[in-house]
């Protein structure tokens, strides 16, 4: 009884003083049955359901007298009487068809999923039933809505152990009391109107609203939700820990606020550290999905741009690229306009675009289509008629000007050290930039007509950083240009937010979503994840993503790179973060290049992949200006890094008018790597496209073949 007692007082609604004093008096008695007929009288009165379970346990439930009252949008605890005939010593268990979670029921089921039901089985209570004749077990239920409504609950204590003819279901009718509302005064950190992401969760850390009754714009897999200035939530009476924020360039506060018998307004401002947007420099995430993976296909067959919209304002992403991808692809394809959505609200852009995935050429590497004027391949109207060799797809894309990458770039390029860069072939055997070993090698017509490189960039931030950036390292050795974009994959590879993996693109006018992407074609941008910044890193007098990135030099000399550098960690590391294995999530974050012991991270300056120089700061959120002076030998590229949480674009260091060839063993690499993969993705080909696969291999293998010619011998 003692432990019943308890259990009630840690969920929050312990027995009335009345009620306790009722039971220490019954438990008093001299005589145990007079006992325990006693605290029955007590106990009984405030059950919910009594609950037998027969000698063959068979579980059979008459409702109890307790009054049935529940509050909207939080949980409230009831016991149960369990008579124990069979000296089971199971778990309970409780069931509804109302408590099925609203996402991915039908728009007919959702108003009938009204409820929240779990069986409190933690401490200081068993997880299993004691086996006594007699005892009291608590469950929790939670009401989505006001009013009057109706539910059934059934219990068990294992497969096969309900009751015949539907005995072990009860149908109860509650009395729902509404909540109260606490409405969100959001305001940026000049005190201005804004949207922010708010986790609320209760003393037990439950959370609010109840991620099991969310649909859009609400995600049932996310514990925060986003709300704009002079929206509200619904909470009952209670204690709350609220945690705001607003994207990574702003500081997580926390508050406790309590809701007391009435409505109340909290004030919300946010405190950022840093604003890359003051200093031209944009954010956004190009690979984000509004279906498929953690969405849901039911009530609609994915979610909607306002809903998106709204997520990107709540993390600060100024550009989403939306991409429409396998899965509900005839239903998604239908918000494809060419241009930016009407949701969009300066500087807040988002435009539905595509990602091969789940058709087409998938099985050679996915691709992120942006900027697309035309969103359907020629020959058909939905996703079964598309080429299966990625080049043919990239020659489509780019002839009407589209911005084009491979998604997810490690997936298939697994390493087994983390060297970087390293000499190992890895397999080419997924769905990253496998196929890109032979694309880069290719020019195609652009809008004009006139050859432009197939590959624009490669994704970074949502795989290992050593499996991503080892294959950019190596193709830039060989002298292709392809520049590197920031992306979460959302919310496939990650599902927490939008905008874990972002771009950084420097603009000198206003923000529009095609000069966006154009700025990452001109590799004007750093990525990263948001929590260090690489900004306007110049190498002499030529600032990278300007005039094609190009620095002459007469002769080998020395270069001065700068930049103003900024990162935060907290004063205490993340617990384990930094020594986990980079093959493990989260793979970009700065907390994994912390300084052991210290506050500080590394800026490394990258010359031809290797670190040449570096520098530590105080990862404080405050810009700094740092600067290095780097001898140059002959051709090559410069790049900073803050690995693995942020990385620029190169600057290319063209020594007496001779191209990059900057490591025979890189060349030599990638001539493995398109052998690899030519033997990996031939399966994939029809036959009608078998003679454009092997000349697009065939071409490759010449190219890296006169590459290793004349490259520098290392």
Not at 396 to 414: C, D, I, N, R, Y
Request: overall charge neutral; charged content about 25%.
């Amino acid at each position: 009884m003692n432990r019943l007692i308890q259990a009630k007082e840690y969920l929050g609604e312990p027995f009335t003083d009345a009620s306790k004093r009722a039971l220490g008096q019954a438990l008093g008695q001299a005589d145990e049955s007079e006992a325990v007929v006693s605290v029955q009288e007590i106990l009984d009165k405030q059950c919910l359901a009594d609950i037998q379970i027969n000698p063959e346990s068979r579980v059979k439930v008459n409702a109890g007298p307790a009054k049935r009252i529940l509050v909207e949008q939080g949980w409230r605890n009831h016991l149960v009487k369990v008579r124990n005939e069979a000296g089971v010593t199971a778990p309970l268990h409780a069931n509804s068809p109302n408590a099925s979670p609203n996402a991915g029921s039908t728009k007919e089921q959702i108003p009938d999923r009204w409820l929240g039901l779990s069986v409190f089985n933690s401490q200081p209570l068993t997880k299993s039933l004691s086996g006594l004749e007699l005892e009291y077990r608590i469950i929790q239920l939670y009401s989505r809505d006001v009013g009057k409504r109706d539910a059934k609950l059934s219990f068990d204590v294992g497969q096969g152990t309900q009751d015949l003819g539907f005995r072990n279901e009860v149908s109860l009718l509650f009395d729902c009391q509404p909540a109260h509302n606490l409405s969100l005064q959001v305001l940026d950190e000049n005190g201005k109107p804004t949207t922010a992401g708010f986790e609320i969760r209760d003393h037990l850390g439950r959370v609010y609203p109840s991620q099991a009754k969310r649909i859009a714009p609400d995600f049932h897999f996310h514990p925060q939700v986003y709300r704009a200035d002079g929206e509200s939530v619904k909470l009952p009476n209670g204690t709350y820990q609220v945690k705001f924020y607003r994207g990574p360039e702003s500081h997580v506060q926390t508050r406790t606020v309590t809701i007391d018998d009435q409505d109340k307004t909290e004030s919300f401002k946010v405190q950022r550290w840093i604003d890359p947007s003051l200093m031209g420099w944009w954010s956004g995430d190009h690979h984000i999905h509004a279906a498929g993976c953690a969405h849901y296909t039911n009530p609609t067959e994915g979610v909607h741009a306002p809903d998106m919209m709204r997520h990107c304002l709540g993390e600060d992403l100024k550009v989403g690229a939306n991409l429409t991808w396998g899965p509900c692809f005839d239903y998604q394809k239908q918000f494809f306009t060419g241009k930016d959505d009407s949701v969009s609200q300066l500087p807040y852009l988002l435009r539905y675009d595509v990602e091969v995935s789940g058709f087409g050429s998938h099985q050679s590497g996915h691709l992120c289509l942006l900027r697309l004027k035309q969103q359907m391949f020629p020959g058909g109207a939905s996703k079964h008629h598309w080429p299966k060799l990625c080049l043919n797809t990239l020659r489509w894309a780019k002839s009407q000007g589209a911005l084009v990458g491979p998604a997810h770039t490690g997936w298939g390029l697994t390493q087994t050290t983390d060297d970087l860069p390293t000499y190992e072939v890895p397999p080419f055997d997924s769905i990253g930039a496998n196929e890109y070993i032979a694309d880069v090698t290719h020019m195609v017509p652009g809008p004009d007509g006139k050859l432009v490189p197939a590959v624009d960039f490669l994704s970074m931030v949502d795989t290992p950083y050593v499996w991503e950036l080892n294959i950019w390292y190596h193709t830039l050795n060989c002298g292709f240009r392809t520049r590197i974009s920031g992306e979460t994959d959302f919310p496939c590879i990650y599902g927490e937010r939008v905008g874990l993996g972002r771009s950084y693109v420097k603009l000198d006018k206003k923000l529009t979503y095609d000069d966006w992407c154009e700025g990452i074609r001109a590799g004007r941008n750093y990525v990263g994840d948001g929590r260090s910044h690489l900004i306007d890193f110049r190498v002499d007098n030529v600032e990278m993503g300007v005039d094609g990135s190009e620095l002459r030099l007469a002769k080998p000399g020395s270069v001065l790179v700068k930049a103003k550098v900024a990162a935060r960690l907290n004063s205490e590391p993340i617990p384990g973060l930094a020594k986990r294995n980079y093959a493990q999530k989260p793979y970009w974050h700065v907390e994994r290049a912390r300084i052991e012991g210290t506050r500080k991270v590394p800026v490394e300056v990258i010359v031809n992949g290797y670190t040449i120089a570096q520098q530590e700061i105080l990862a404080d959120g405050e810009l700094r200006d740092i600067a290095f002076e780097v001898p140059i030998q002959y051709s090559s590229w410069i790049a900073l890094r803050i690995l693995p949480s942020s990385h620029t674009n190169p600057v290319f260091v063209v020594v007496d008018g001779k191209p990059i060839r900057a490591s025979k063993r890189s060349a030599e690499w990638c001539l493995a790597g398109v052998k690899k993969c030519r033997d990996q993705k031939r399966r994939f080909m029809g036959d009608d496209e078998i003679d454009d696969f092997n000349e697009t291999y065939d071409h490759a293998e010449k190219v890296y073949r006169q590459i290793i010619a004349k490259s520098v011998a290392d």
